[in-house]
């Protein structure tokens, strides 16, 4: 059964960083492009990056220079490195396989507040 587990998330004041962790059980990431999502309160799940297996990566405008998405096939994880958050990149974050779509994670809250 295939599991998606996402941490990482916390409470952050704007301007500060951080790195959220999505790790997979029953599936191996490296044959699939990978996506972060995220959900803020009342609003629809939108895309936020997307790493393909060659490594390509492509971002939602609005985190475009200061969200990162990598992958370590290794470790069966992928990565999103937020820097410069702020107050509007609160939501809660998830991953997923885009083209094989599997049972959403419990995903991780970010909270950018001063």
């Known amino acids: 059964q295939v599991q998606l587990v996402e941490s990482g998330g916390g409470l952050v004041q704007p301007g500060g960083s951080l790195k959220l962790s999505c790790a997979a059980s029953g599936l191996a990431f490296r044959y699939y492009r990978v996506s972060w999502y995220r959900q803020a309160p009342e609003k629809e799940r939108e895309l936020v990056a997307t790493i393909t297996t060659g490594f390509v990566a492509t971002y939602t405008d609005s985190v475009k220079g200061r969200f990162t998405i990598v992958r370590d096939n290794a470790k069966n994880t992928v990565y999103l490195q937020m820097n410069s958050l702020k107050p509007e990149d609160t939501a809660v974050y998830y991953c997923?396989?885009?083209?094989?779509?599997?049972?959403w994670g419990q995903g991780t809250q970010v909270t950018v507040s001063s």
């Open positions: 997923n396989t885009p083209d094989a779509p599997r049972p």
